[in-house]
């Protein structure tokens, strides 16, 4: 089915990306919609555009009544968008020249009864569901007669109700935007149709600016804001509206690295996957370095990549991060990584969203880098920017697409962003660079200022480039000041001499110890040949002093047994124990 029902009113979707959005679901089925816009303001290939998608995806055949151009014209024209228009013209498409005559033109006289007659014919062999009238404006113009234009305008609008043809009608607008002035040709045919849209295409700056608006859509509601647009490759593509809705995305708690494993170690692990980050500082603080950092390690995953640059040529990428050794063209020779060149000055800001999306669904990214992306707010670009910007963020999470970009600031401090763009509001990674110029010297400083689920470092650490690579130091602090460059140089110098200093006293020190303890193992042993000594000299006097014990009671004995006295008897008596 190609229509939706809201409330009462069926809708026939056009399948023009954004504009269904923005009627909440297609045009109303079986009614009038116009669409008025100034000259190559895009009105013709919108309504072929929606009679095509019609025929072609929805099976509802159509036919396309042209006033003002040859139909062989506008199908070569339209032959660029891939359309396949001859194929569709066999059975569901029906281009209806219906150009002013000379005869008619001079005459100024006529209705559209007879050509409203041939079209029935063709609506009832085709099997039209669609219609349209393209550049009505024209014919009704010939009529000198208000209330014949009128006429006309009421034969027209009541043929196709009781056909129940979805149509669209187009003509061209006058006076201000949104609106036709009371004598222009069919500015009546605004209050009759159930659905009015106004196309503005304006130059500013020099780059060229389309939107569209839905002025009016009885029964339903619908996106009342002006909403960019764009003619890319395949026709008409609307931006949309940001709205409030209830959609989700899919969330994840994993995580990629960012390139530089002590940045990951202060994210907490690296950026959660599907995630925006931002890089943010002045021109020469790295930003492109850290987005070429991330590139290399989504491809060392084998995840593809795309990466827009608005400064830099392909080539020049790849040279400059080569000097940091960060080597792009061997993912690039692989296909893992495509790096693409642009400039902002060529087209809108609309376009190169556009653009971006085509490219990233053909790499089939799970990876994107835009540097800088703050590029996209100029010349001209700044009302919008903005805007392409929230919806290519939302574009990316919808697809799960990890973003990092980076964002071009004219303040040296991240609390005043002077960028057009805030999108530093809708990221969900803030990594904010910026130099330290102190003591003739100009030193990379890098801080995380916000990153959304996750604990995340508070510290400011020295951002160090070399031909090795891409390193963070620690934080050195000295008197309160983080110091980085040559005074931390210095400073680690004159730390290191101080711990020289006292390991050079603890060695000595050590020496001394070592000294001591030879003299007091020698001492020791010395007094313990002196205890030797004594103890020997007392167990010899013990020996003496039994052996002598031992004579005199040998002696007392035999004294006693010359007396005749008993032996046993003396010896109890003279030796006591």
């Not at 297609?26 to 116009?34: D, K, V």
């Not at 939107?211 to 960019?228: C, D, M, T």
């Not at 003591?439 to 031909?467: D, F, P, W, Y």
């Amino acid at each position: 089915m190609s229509f939706g029902v809201y409330g009462s009113i069926k809708k026939c979707q056009t399948g023009i990306v954004g504009l269904d959005e923005m009627t909440r679901g297609g045009i109303p089925q079986g009614r009038a919609t116009m669409i008025q816009g100034s000259a190559g303001s895009g009105k013709t290939v919108l309504a072929l555009q929606s009679l095509v998608n019609g025929a072609r995806l929805h099976n509802e055949p159509g036919i396309f009544v042209a006033f003002e151009e040859n139909p062989q014209r506008i199908a070569a024209n339209a032959a660029t968008f891939g359309w396949d228009l001859a194929a569709l013209q066999k059975k569901k498409l029906f281009f209806l020249d219906a150009q002013p005559t000379p005869d008619l033109v001079q005459s100024g006289s006529f209705d559209l009864g007879g050509m409203l007659a041939a079209i029935e014919g063709k609506v009832k062999e085709l099997g039209a569901r669609r219609i349209v009238f393209d550049a009505l404006d024209v014919v009704l113009g010939l009529l000198d007669d208000p209330a014949a234009e009128r006429r006309e305008i009421y034969r027209l609008h009541e043929w196709l109700l009781e056909r129940g043809l979805t149509a669209i009608i187009t003509t061209k607008m006058g006076g201000e935007v949104g609106t036709l002035p009371t004598k222009a040709p069919a500015s009546m045919l605004q209050f009759m149709v159930d659905c009015a849209m106004t196309l503005n295409h304006e130059m500013v700056e020099g780059v060229c600016q389309r939107s569209l608006r839905v002025i009016k859509y009885r029964g339903s509601s619908f996106a009342e804001n002006q909403s960019p647009f764009l003619i890319g490759e395949i026709g008409v593509e609307v931006a949309g509206s940001r709205e409030l809705t209830g959609r989700t995305v899919n969330v994840t708690s994993e995580r990629v690295s960012s390139g530089v494993p002590r940045l990951d170690t202060m994210l907490g692990g690296g950026y959660f996957r599907g995630a925006s980050v931002l890089v943010t500082g002045s021109p020469g603080t790295a930003k492109s370095t850290l987005c070429g950092a991330f590139a290399e390690a989504a491809c060392i995953r084998k995840e593809r990549t795309l990466f827009v640059s608005f400064d830099s040529d392909p080539a020049e990428i790849v040279r400059n991060l080569a000097s940091v050794n960060i080597r792009l063209d061997r993912f690039e020779k692989r296909g893992l990584l495509r790096l693409v060149s642009a400039r902002t000055g060529l087209i809108s800001a609309e376009m190169h969203f556009m653009r971006i999306r085509a490219l990233a669904r053909e790499q089939k990214a799970r990876c994107l880098v835009i540097d800088p992306v703050s590029s996209l707010s100029k010349h001209g670009n700044s009302p919008i920017t903005h805007s392409v910007v929230e919806r290519l963020t939302d574009w990316v999470k919808s697809e799960g697409i990890t973003m990092v970009c980076s964002s071009l600031l004219d303040s040296v401090t991240p609390e005043v962003e002077s960028t057009p763009l805030q999108i530093s509001t809708i990221a969900d990674t803030w990594i904010h660079l910026s130099y330290l110029v102190h003591a003739g010297e100009r030193n990379r400083a890098l801080t995380i200022i916000k990153s959304r689920g996750t604990e995340h470092s508070n510290q400011v650490r020295e951002l160090m480039l070399s031909n090795a690579g891409i390193t963070l130091t620690d934080v050195y602090t000295a008197g309160g000041e983080v110091l980085m460059g040559t005074m931390r140089w210095e400073m680690e110098q004159a730390e290191l001499a101080k711990q020289l200093v006292v390991q050079t006293e603890s060695r000595r020190q050590l020496a001394d110890l070592k000294l001591a303890e030879v003299d007091l193992t020698g001492r020791l042993k010395a007094l313990e040949c002196e205890l030797e000594a004594k103890r020997a000299e007392r167990d010899v006097l013990k020996h003496s002093d039994v052996l002598h014990q031992s004579g005199l009671v040998a002696r007392q004995l035999e004294l006693r047994g010359l007396r005749g006295a008993d032996a046993r008897k003396s010896v109890r008596t003279l030796v006591k124990p």
